[in-house]
Every structure is written in C-alpha cells, then in structure tokens.
C-alpha cells in the first residue's frame, strides 16, 4: 500500500505556464510535507516544505497548497521555466520519532519552450 | 558549506563481492540517514544515526546489510555478498536538530552489481 501517492507520472507544460503537481496520503498522523526536486543524475534536492497546521506556503515561484481533510498537497510552479524541467518527489516524514521520509513515485515535469 | 559528500560516485562490484558506501554530513548536522532509489521500488528509507546512535534500522535489509556511524564527520553502510538486486543508487542524507524531518542529500552513490 502506498502512503504517499503521486498519481502523475509525468506532466508536460508550457514556458511561462503554472505546472501542478498533485500528492495524496494515507496517515492522517502525517505532519510534515517536504517537495523534492531532482536532476539526472544528482541527489534529490529539498524545494519546499509544509506543515499540517498550515494550508498554503510559499517560496517565490513554488507554492504548496495542502488540504488536511482530505488528505491531499500540491505543489504549483509558476512561470515554469525549461530549467525546472525534473522529477519531483513528495514525500512525508512518518513521525512517530523516526524521522523517517516516506517518498511518493515522483512525478516528471517537463516545460516546453 | 560543501552539502553531503557521498564516495564513490560510482561503484561496480562483481556477485559475491564486498561494496563499502561513505557518506560525510554537513557539518553540525547531528542526524545522517540512508536511502535507496531503485526505478521500481522508488526511495526507500534504509536507516537513521542520531548523534552517531543507531536510531531506526527498519528499513535494512537483515542480512549482508550493515551500517556504522563511528563519528561525527562520517558515516558508512557496507554490503557484504552482493547481489545483483542490490543494484541502485544510495543515498546519503543529513538534518540538524531543528528539524531531523528537513532532511539534505547527497549526489549519491550509483552502485552496479554484475
């Protein structure tokens, strides 16, 4: 069973278009929501993070809306730009005191130019 | 600040062979953790060190898998006898106690078992 869902392997947008990119979960105990960039090649790369008490953050272009009652995130790019082209990982950290990070299957952007 | 350093880059290692995976966290960071990417089964947690304490090992698999923590500027996960299902890439990941949660990775080590 997964716990964290990207249920798109892939998306392809536009420049200069809002990419977005949608993650849902399983355990309501999970608190913490942190988004992955990652290139070819290269270690996963933390973007943008999020709490359960709040509903929206935001980091310039990359903005996370996160809907506790239903258990769903999402991540917006604005104005994507060819070099955000990348898989994306959601994941959760599983509390508990474990600290661990359980990862969504990621999601490949690519932005046209 | 250098970020997580993860040698070798690249490792081949015939069946049966011993793979030794090293991993340097930022520094000040008191929480290192091991991961796998696999195109199958995706990142999988492997194991976590707080203040080079084994934490939580849940995710290793019990036997050839082993890692170690003998100070503060390194951490290592050896694999004995591989197999060719070990292949994968491992990650490295480091978090200070703010937050373990917020977690930074290294590159990452490509390790092919032929």
């Known amino acids: 069973q997964q716990q964290v869902r990207q249920s798109s392997q892939s998306l392809t947008v536009w420049e200069g278009e809002t990419a977005i990119l949608n993650c849902s979960y399983e355990?309501?105990?999970?608190?913490?929501f942190p988004w992955y960039q990652q290139f070819p090649g290269e270690g996963p790369a933390l973007l943008i993070a999020i709490r359960s008490v709040s509903d929206k953050k935001e980091d310039g272009r990359f903005t996370i809306f996160f809907n506790k009652r239903e258990k769903n995130l999402s991540l917006h790019i604005k104005d994507s730009q060819p070099g955000d082209s990348a898989t994306y990982f959601c994941a959760a950290d599983a509390s508990s005191g474990s600290w661990q990070l359980i990862f969504g299957s990621g999601t490949q952007l690519t932005v046209m130019p | 600040n250098a970020g997580v350093i993860q040698t070798p880059r690249h490792k081949v290692t015939g069946k049966g062979q011993e793979a030794t995976l090293w991993c340097e966290p930022i520094?000040?960071?008191?929480?290192v953790f091991w991961y796998r990417q696999t195109i199958v089964q995706g990142l999988e947690f492997l194991t976590y060190f707080r203040n080079q304490a084994p934490i939580d090992d849940s995710g290793m698999p019990k036997e050839r898998f082993s890692a170690q923590m003998p100070n503060q500027s390194h951490s290592t996960l050896k694999i004995q006898s591989t197999q060719p299902q070990d292949s994968a890439v491992y990650l490295c990941a480091s978090s200070s106690g703010q937050n373990y949660a917020e977690q930074f990775f290294g590159p990452g080590t490509r390790l092919t078992v032929l």
């Open positions: 355990n309501s105990a999970f608190d913490y």
């Open positions: 520094s000040g960071h008191s929480a």
